[in-house]
């Protein structure tokens, strides 16, 4: 349509849409300037870095004093909880809380960083210091460069700018900074879910346990956690008779354990597949060579499922692990000395069980694959994390995340991935919180040269933070702000 009433029309419209244009995306105030945030992201994360804040060794309070200064002076409320240490009253192990009020209209949104890190071997940190925050060939090295100081100070990140940006928000955003998570969640995410779970409660929490892959320098994909296997511990003991080891005997625990460790390690529990590893795999078939296609999803074709699980087990064991409850016989102790038979031999069975394993069930499956008397299975108890249902792939958090992972990351495919390993998310799920592990791009080269977390030359590429805060603010702000 021309003439005047087609430009009226035509104007018309065009407010239409300008009216509707912030229901569609959240508020800003004003455009950021990421150079100088950048500046200040390399600030806070080197900062972190240079705290020695490993489990043992070191302690997560400089971490939290550290966090307060900051917050308290963007004028950021925030709370400080520390379970009592019975054990030793002078070691002090706190969390701290901070929250961003918003409208009510949602539930909150909780974002996560852990301020502790895996100890380390300080002999084999020859290049740069466990300590330094040291730069230099466009990596940052340090403890906790990867695991977990990077989604620490991008949570931090985030509440700063959803601050000073004063962004209206339909949700409260919870910042947690927890203690504990390498090993002893008492003092950590245990302690408050338990005690102060209403400083938590939230429908989404963003934390740890994905990440971008690069290889060779090109994006891959991004790994997005919903949900993750549980640590079991288990003991076989052998008992028998003392003797004298010239004197072989039938009963010799030694001997009893050996033949009870190969059952298990030959034996594969059955494949199940949940939501996540079903989407995960699915979807990595669709970025794969034909040949690897064909395996992933053939992987339910009763023709060929057994030879692609012992594929996997050969040649991808991490695939091997996601598909079922796996087993790692790890440790052995026997005997104090050569010429005596001891009447107990013990070996540690690490047990990565699926979300929804019946223990009680695979333990008696596993006393059926060992079948002697003389070897009794002792669950240790040494995980107490909660098994839970994976967070959903259909609802407004996996949307956004998916729609930022795009935005930031090339556009590159996004895999809901099972963690092999544990992360306290398991605490929230079981309490019905829809949780999602994010993380930076790592070089999938880094792991097998020793760079990446855990290891002894942990870093990560300065670019890839910059590149992660930028990804963590804008999916916060999608998921918080008003519309």
């Known amino acids: 349509m021309s003439g005047p009433f087609g430009t009226l029309i035509h104007m018309l419209r065009v407010l239409f849409f300008l009216?509707?244009?912030p229901t569609l995306v959240p508020a800003q105030s004003k455009?950021?300037?990421w150079a100088q945030i950048d500046q200040e992201t390399l600030k806070h994360f080197s900062a972190l870095v240079q705290i020695n804040s490993t489990d043992p060794g070191g302690s997560e309070k400089p971490v939290v004093d550290y966090l307060q200064s900051v917050l308290a002076k963007e004028g950021i409320e925030y709370k400080v909880f520390t379970r009592a240490n019975l054990a030793d009253p002078a070691v002090i192990r706190p969390n701290i809380i901070a929250r961003l009020k918003g409208s009510g209209k949602k539930k909150p949104l909780l974002i996560v960083g852990h301020t502790d890190t895996v100890n380390i071997d300080p002999k084999k940190w020859t290049d740069f210091g466990p300590f330094s925050a040291q730069r230099s060939g466009g990596h940052i090295y340090g403890r906790g460069t990867v695991d977990d100081k990077d989604n620490l100070t991008a949570a931090l990140m985030s509440m700063i700018l959803l601050k000073r940006q004063n962004v209206p928000l339909d949700r409260d955003v919870i910042f947690l900074a927890e203690a504990g998570e390498e090993g002893n969640t008492a003092v950590g995410i245990a302690f408050l879910v338990n005690e102060h779970y209403g400083e938590l409660d939230a429908e989404y929490c963003l934390a740890e346990g994905g990440s971008a892959a690069r290889a060779n320098g090109k994006l891959k994909y991004v790994q997005v956690q919903t949900t993750e296997?549980?640590?079991?511990?288990?003991r076989l003991v052998a008992s028998g008779v003392a003797g004298h080891g010239s004197v072989p005997l039938r009963s010799n625990p030694v001997a009893h354990l050996a033949r009870a460790v190969a059952k298990v390690a030959d034996w594969q529990p059955p494949m199940r597949l949940n939501d996540t590893t079903r989407a995960y795999f699915e979807r990595l078939a669709t970025i794969s060579t034909p040949e690897?296609?064909?395996r992933y999803n053939g992987l339910l074709n009763p023709d060929k499922t057994d030879a692609i699980q012992e594929y996997f087990a050969v040649n991808e064991p991490r695939h091997n692990s996601m598909i079922r409850t796996s087993i790692s016989p790890n440790m052995f102790q026997a005997g104090y000395r050569t010429n005596v038979i001891p009447s107990e031999a013990t070996a540690q069975l690490d047990i990565r069980a699926l979300p929804d394993e019946d223990m009680t069930k695979f333990y008696d499956t596993l006393r059926s694959i060992v079948n002697d008397p003389a070897v009794k299975i002792v669950p240790t108890g040494t995980s107490m994390r909660p098994g839970a249902p994976p967070s959903a792939l259909d609802n407004e958090?996996?949307?956004?995340?998916?729609?930022?992972?795009?935005?930031h990351y090339d556009g590159v495919t996004v895999l809901p991935t099972m963690s092999t390993g544990a992360t306290d998310m398991a605490f929230l799920r079981a309490k019905g919180v829809q949780c999602?592990?994010?993380g930076p791009a790592i070089d999938v080269e880094d792991g097998p040269l020793g760079y990446g977390a855990h290891s002894d030359r942990e870093r990560i590429l300065e670019s890839s933070l910059h590149q992660f805060v930028k990804f963590h603010y804008d999916l916060t702000a999608q998921l918080a702000a008003a519309r």
Do not use: H, N, S, T
């Not at 296997?229 to 288990?234: E, H, L």
């Not at 958090?397 to 935005?407: H, W």
């Open 397 to 407: 958090a996996f949307r956004a995340i998916e729609a930022m992972a795009k935005k």
């Open 19 to 21: 009216c509707l244009l």
């Open 292 to 294: 690897e296609k064909d």
């Open 229 to 234: 296997k549980i640590p079991r511990g288990v």
């Open 436 to 438: 999602y592990g994010i």
């Open 31 to 33: 455009p950021l300037d």
